[in-house]
Antibody
Framework: EVQLFQSGAEVKKPGESLKISCNVSGYNFPSNWIAWVRQMPGKGLEWMGI????????SYSPSFRGQVTISVDKSIGSAFLQWSSLKASDTAIYYC??????????????WGQGTLVTVSS | QSVLTQPPSASGTPGQRVTISCSGS????????VNWFQQFPGTVPRLLIY???QRPSGVPERFSASKSGTSASLAISGLQSDDEANYYCGAWDDSLYGWVFGGGTSLTVL
């Protein structure tokens, strides 16, 4: 069974750093890209970036480039999302999601349970 | 401002058929397949439709979808009260080299 399990909720102060994780199981980790999606309170889904675990290639949304860093550790089947200096506006739920590709079609088929990040002084 | 455009709300009565539209451009819906996601408040989004019109196992046949040019639509027939949720369209964007989503449509069953 495919599962994406994310690290737990975080409460941080503005200016602090943070790294959250997404641990996958049930499939060959390098075979599927992993996307990160933000959902601010009461708002919709925003794509942040996507990483190819095979070679660590990352494509960032222009809205998030330079604001976050996406990485993977193939040896443990985990993807990461990190901030060097959090802002109050980073308060949101962050989802990792498995991106699948079959020939020319792409879809997001599995989601992590989400990590709530609260940034408050 | 979302890249894909959806109506913010939709409604229907039990048993009715409702449709939700999703408008994009040539770099996303116009050249790639469309996905639809269902999200109940406080829960994780769930894949409802992939490859424009395919349902994952477990998704009722009441849910169907289609695409024409740079627009797509989700149809829910035989509306039920537990269909009340937020619905998002999503597609790969070749120019962005990433995903784009609609702003979401909140469906109310009257």
């Amino acid at each position: 069974e495919v599962q994406l399990f994310q690290s737990g909720a975080e409460v941080k102060k503005p200016g602090e750093s943070l790294k959250i994780s997404c641990n996958v199981s049930g499939y060959n980790f390098p075979s599927n890209w992993i996307a990160w999606v933000r959902q601010m309170p009461g708002k919709g889904l925003e794509w942040m970036g996507i990483i190819n675990p095979h070679d660590s290639y990352v494509s960032y949304s222009p809205s998030f480039r330079g604001q976050v860093t996406i990485s993977v550790d193939k040896s443990i089947g985990s993807a990461f999302l990190q901030w060097s200096s959090l802002k109050a506006s980073d308060t949101a739920i962050y989802y990792c999601a498995r991106h699948s590709r079959v020939l020319t079609t792409r879809f997001i088929d599995y989601w992590g349970q989400g990590t709530l990040v609260t940034v408050s002084s | 401002q979302s890249v894909l455009t959806q109506p913010p709300s939709a409604s229907g009565t039990p048993g009715q058929r409702v449709t939700i539209s999703c408008s994009g451009s040539s770099s996303n819906i116009g050249s790639n397949t469309v996905n639809w996601f269902q999200q109940f408040p406080g829960t994780v989004p769930r894949l409802l439709i992939y490859t424009t019109d395919q349902r994952p196992s477990g998704v009722p046949e009441r849910f169907s979808a289609s695409k024409s040019g740079t627009s797509a639509s989700l149809a829910i027939s035989g509306l039920q009260s537990d269909d009340e949720a937020n619905y998002y369209c999503g597609a790969w964007d070749d120019s962005l080299y990433g995903w784009v989503f609609g702003g979401g449509t909140s469906l109310t069953v009257l």
